[in-house]
């Protein structure tokens, strides 16, 4: 073969090389891999949050593959005799729980039907309409809008906003386990945790955003508050912290059921 078509075939092969590379580091439409615990992809599915102790009683309706996780963060006060309170805006089915807002950027809004979608406290839509979270005007225009449509709503902090980090490296940050809830540009929601890992928040936001190039990421409560289980077929088999029998003290939930067969 003449010197010139080796060449050629050099940089053909190369080139396919190189495509193959650039392909296994392209994410997944649909989460998948290490500390993805569930995702709701093309197949479809639900998102559902919870608020405690009122939806106990929805524990134990999981389906076979819902994952139910702690979703805010819960304070140190009681909205009630017995219910904790969560940290920040916070509205379940359309039923105000919280207004008060905190100093955190994250949003997570579920429809009715279990769509969500995770944005910017300022950024808080009830179907196509916008609502500004960060005065009180605006938190009364979307808990009346949540009301109406039975959507829910909780706040948290942002760790990607727009596909970027939403946060800094801080000297000598805390390391812990950490999970995550993340949106890709697909409109997949997938929920992430570092396992036996314990990294910063930052660390951990850099991770998803290398793994998978989620566009929006807001943390999730974990330490003493780190409950989660994954529904079996026989039934629900712990994958956090805290057994069903201490999940008093959570002041809410979130639950992801993917779509039988997706």
Request: hydrophobic residues 45%; charged residues 20%; positive net charge.
């Amino acid at each position: 073969m003449p010197r010139a078509a080796l060449a050629a075939l050099a940089l053909l092969v190369a080139a396919q090389g190189l495509a193959a590379v650039a392909a296994d580091r392209t994410p997944s439409p649909c989460p998948q891999g290490p500390g993805v615990l569930v995702a709701l992809c093309a197949a479809g599915g639900r998102a559902d949050l919870l608020v405690l102790p009122e939806d106990a009683w929805r524990l134990d309706a999981a389906p076979p593959g819902a994952v139910t996780v702690t979703g805010a963060y819960t304070g140190t006060t009681e909205r009630a005799p017995g219910a904790p309170k969560p940290v920040g805006v916070f509205i379940a089915r359309g039923a105000r729980i919280s207004l008060e807002l905190a100093r955190m950027d994250g949003l997570l809004v579920v429809d009715a039907q279990g769509g969500a979608r995770i944005s910017s406290v300022a950024d808080a839509r009830i179907g196509e309409v916008r609502h500004d979270l960060r005065s009180l005007a605006g938190r009364v225009a979307f808990a009346e809008a949540a009301q109406a449509a039975r959507a829910s709503a909780m706040q948290s902090h942002l760790l990607i906003r727009g596909g970027a980090l939403d946060l800094r490296a801080v000297p000598d940050a805390p390391t812990a386990r950490r999970r995550v809830l993340f949106q890709t540009g697909s409109g997949a929601l997938a929920i992430w945790d570092s396992g036996a890992r314990a990294m910063t928040l930052h660390a951990a936001a850099t991770l998803l955003r290398e793994r998978f190039a989620p566009i929006m990421a807001l943390n999730l409560d974990m330490g003493g508050h780190d409950f989660c289980e994954r529904q079996s077929e026989s039934g629900p088999v712990r994958c956090g912290l805290l057994a069903r029998d201490r999940a008093d003290k959570l002041s809410n939930a979130l639950r992801l059921t993917p779509r039988p067969g997706g």
